[in-house]
């Protein structure tokens, strides 16, 4: 197959995607589509291939299966072809030299943007709550603020959500982990933002409280299979939850849109302890 039907112009599609690393098949024939114009989160418990999964994606890790973005076959399009159309934040990022914040962050620049758009990183780092930062060194900055400088240098990249009247796509690992829930919020909303203006987010998630807030779209992973994709509404059920991550996650819903929020309960000691 080397040309996806018309339709998918505007989507980002795995199909048939397996990896084997070592002696493991960590991915199994996996199957979904993102479509441009939402968020779609991918979540699962630890180890269920989700980072591998976007690796594959995103053209890191050998695997048998294809990936269409926007129609085409990435295996066919150059490395700047594809970062001119999509940018990646990694699950973790080692910087082993001292660059400053904004150096980082217009490493995105070379990929995507010209001269003229040399205002995109301080945007970007306004865009993430950095306003200030861009002359401080990357190595002083906390965990959570490190996780925003990498933000920023992804969203400088594919800036832009729509080009020539095609998406282009942001692909997240985990991008809210080291984050307050305040910046949690505005980075979610930057995803969402970036959605409503055409463009396309994929974001590794590990809170289904956000998930069920900000996506459109989920794709629920387990063993390296899917395990169930839809809405918010449909995937993140108390049934489907406990089987897939084995503990009990009591669902309730929000009125009046009935967006979904779990309060997991704490497991109750079977004796209390005496002092
Ligand atoms: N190079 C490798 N060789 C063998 N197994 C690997 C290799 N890399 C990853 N794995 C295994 O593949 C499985 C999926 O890993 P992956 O990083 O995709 O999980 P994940 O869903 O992103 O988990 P987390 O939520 O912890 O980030 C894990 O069991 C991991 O141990
Ligand atoms: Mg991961």
């Given at each position: 197959m080397t040309q996806a039907p018309p339709s998918a112009t505007a989507q980002l599609q795995a199909i048939d995607i397996t990896v084997q690393l070592g002696r493991?098949?960590?991915l199994r024939q996996v199957n979904f589509t993102a479509t441009a114009g939402r968020v779609t989160a991918i979540v699962g418990p630890n180890g269920s291939g989700k980072t591998t999964l976007l690796r594959a994606m995103t053209g890191e890790v050998a695997h048998s299966g294809q990936v269409y973005l926007n129609g085409?076959?990435?295996a066919r399009l150059s490395p700047w072809e594809l970062a001119a159309v999509r940018a990646v934040q990694p699950q973790s990022s080692t910087i082993a030299f001292p660059f400053t914040v904004l150096e980082i962050v217009r490493l995105g620049l070379s990929a995507g943007l010209s001269a003229a758009d040399s205002h995109v990183p301080l945007q970007a780092l306004e865009a993430v709550g950095l306003h200030g930062f861009s002359g401080r060194m990357y190595q002083d900055l906390s965990g959570g603020e490190q996780q925003r400088v990498q933000l920023a240098r992804v969203i400088t990249q594919v800036w832009e959500p729509m080009v020539d009247g095609a998406p282009r796509w942001l692909i997240l690992d985990e991008p809210v982990a080291s984050l307050d829930i305040g910046h949690q919020f505005t980075v979610m909303d930057l995803t969402r933002n970036y959605a409503a203006r055409g463009g396309g987010v994929v974001a590794?998630?590990?809170?289904?409280?956000l998930t069920a807030m900000f996506a459109d779209h989920v794709v629920l992973m387990q063993a390296g299979a899917v395990a169930a994709t839809?809405?918010?509404?449909?995937?993140?059920?108390?049934e489907t939850l406990a089987r897939t991550y084995s503990c009990p996650v009591p669902v309730n819903t929000t009125p009046p849109d009935k967006i979904p929020f779990l309060l997991p309960q704490a497991?109750?000691?079977s004796s209390p302890v005496s002092t």
């Open positions: 493991r098949q960590v085409a076959d990435t590794v998630m590990h809170d289904l409280n839809g809405t918010p509404q449909e995937v993140l059920t108390d497991r109750r000691r």
